[in-house]
């Protein structure tokens, strides 16, 4: 899928607050781009992580997602990135990079979770959490670009924000419940093979950040993802349908203020 850059001069109906500056009746509210770039591999290793999510649909869609739905006061790169590191955004820059080399990490830590799953499989489960991953990250664009609150931790926000978004988006980029279902597995995999506990990380454990996004999945659809109930305790499932309403409709009432009309 060719990435679409629009910029949509959109002119709002009413008085718009954005990043806390007031955009006044007939005029146009920002529309910064979201920009998808690969670097070219420098090193034989990353060749394969980067083939894979060139070929993947999903992250063009998401960042056009993002550029057609979203007023956004700056344009924001995400960037598939040589050389090594994690997946972070650099707010200063406005930049979402994630290295190739952490793509292969996540499908290190997907293979260790599914020993049986073949080489195609393993392709699909490594775009589907990258992608996950990377919708935990425009939750840190969106803290940054908005100027959000952050109560309860930027680390659980961008999490929750990426639950949230497999019905925030859901009916324009399919799939992404399984992809924050792969994003799951691939921090079970992490904290599988962590022995210590950084009490001080703004990252929760990553067996807990696993749990709290599928319960999240599950309250969205308890019906769809009926095999995920035989994990979640009996009395904790109500609690994931009143969470997940709780996050979406959060999101809901903050987007709605920068969306495009
Ligand atoms: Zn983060």
């Known amino acids: 899928m060719p990435v679409v850059l629009v910029a949509a001069a959109v002119v709002t109906a009413a008085v718009m607050l954005v990043a806390g500056r007031s955009f006044v009746e007939g005029q146009a509210p920002p529309a910064g781009e979201v920009v998808l770039a690969f670097d070219e591999p420098t090193d034989p290793a990353e060749q394969g992580p980067a083939d894979l999510v060139r070929r993947a649909e999903v992250f063009p869609a ?6 057609e739905q979203l007023s956004l006061p700056h344009d924001v790169r995400v960037r598939f990135s040589a050389g090594g590191g994690g997946a972070a955004y650099d707010a200063a820059r406005h930049e979402l990079v994630v290295p190739y080399a952490f793509v292969a990490q996540v499908r290190a830590a997907l293979s260790s979770q599914r020993p049986t799953a073949t ?15 990377m919708l935990h990250e425009i939750g840190h664009v969106l803290v940054e670009a908005y100027r959000l609150p952050v109560l309860g931790g930027e680390e659980v926000v961008a999490d929750t924000f990426a639950a949230a978004a497999v019905r925030l988006v859901g009916d324009r980029v399919q799939g992404l419940d399984q992809d924050v279902l792969a994003y799951a597995d691939f921090l079970q995999g992490y904290g599988d093979r962590t022995t210590t506990v950084d009490l001080f990380d703004d990252h929760l454990p990553a067996q807990l950040r696993a749990a ?16 995920l109930a035989a994990d979640l305790p009996a009395a904790d499932r109500p609690f994931c349908v009143a969470d997940f309403t709780e996050a979406h409709d959060s999101w809901v009432a903050v987007l709605q203020q920068y969306r495009q009309v």
């Open 62 to 67: 998401l960042t056009t997602e993002m550029t």
């Open 119 to 133: 080489v195609a499989e393993l392709d699909i489960a490594t775009v589907q959490a990258t992608s996950g991953v």
């Open 212 to 227: 709290r996004l599928r319960c999240l999945v599950y309250g969205n659809d308890p019906g769809g993802h009926a095999d």
